[in-house]
């Protein structure tokens, strides 16, 4: 299925065609094929407490606290997703209908607890990604600055610091002189 939908892109007639209407898509394909992605910024699951008032920030939230000069609204992309079993905030099992191989005529329905006692409590998340169109790390490493002061702000909520970019971005990796991995691997061999 991969393969076809690569195919599909592949043969395109829009990578094609030279109509002026498809100058933003030829754009937007050779971007793709390019690995031209948008760089990841940060992520946030909304909190329980917080589902049912919740409201997406759009980039024109965030601007406000980004302190950084060059950054535009249009240069930042939130997306926003939920994450669910096809029932909502419901448990699906509980609308699930069991039988017993010695008894197929008779169906019963399972507690949670007679399942598993490490069932989660929540069957539904919302995930807020924000997305930075410039790759440059100061202008990813502000806007993550920004979104995490909004939500601070507004929500009283911090996403995970698993995703936090450090201030100065990382120096390439140095040189390595490959005699001496070289000796290394052949002594412990």
Not at 17 to 37: D, F, Q, Y
Not at 111 to 139: G, H, T, W
Request: hydrophobic letters at 30%; proline letters at 8%.
């Amino acid at each position: 299925m991969i393969k076809h939908s690569f195919n599909l892109v592949q043969e395109s007639t829009i990578e094609e065609s030279v109509a002026p209407e498809l100058t933003e898509a030829r754009a937007l394909v050779r971007r793709i094929r390019k690995r031209e992605l948008y760089g990841f910024v940060d992520d946030f699951i909304v909190p329980e407490t917080l589902l049912a008032e919740w409201q997406d920030p759009t980039s024109n939230d965030i601007i406000g606290y980004i302190d950084y000069p060059d950054i535009t609204p249009e240069e930042i992309l939130i997306t926003s997703h939920t994450n669910n079993y096809a029932l909502g905030d419901r448990n699906p099992v509980d609308h699930i209908y069991f039988f017993s191989k010695y008894d197929p005529d008779n169906v019963f329905t399972v507690q949670p607890e007679q399942i598993s006692l490490m069932i989660p409590k929540n069957f539904l998340e919302r995930e807020v990604r924000v997305y930075c169109k410039d790759n440059d790390p100061a202008k990813k490493y502000a806007t993550q600055k920004g979104f995490r002061e909004y939500l601070r702000q507004h929500w009283g909520s911090q996403p995970s610091p698993k995703h936090t970019y450090p201030e100065k971005p990382f120096s390439p990796i140095p040189d390595i002189d490959r005699s001496v991995i070289k000796k290394m691997f052949v002594e412990n061999n």
